[in-house]
């Protein structure tokens, strides 16, 4: 839900630790939710989480990725 601080941090990625991949585990409910441009950050890959299911439900997705 908070993806103007997301965006702030993939911009500070791209800066400083280019060629890393970032995984986002996105459970935002389904009114609020945005796709992350992949034309600007094409480092980034997001998956879709029920919504609001949580840290350690979201931290076990991105590590099976």
Known sequence: MRY???ELLLDSIQLFYPGTQVIVADDTPEEMYQTINTYKY???KQYRMPPETGFFPGRALAISQ
Do not use: E
């Open 42 to 44: 094409p480092f980034v």
């Open 4 to 6: 103007k601080c997301l």
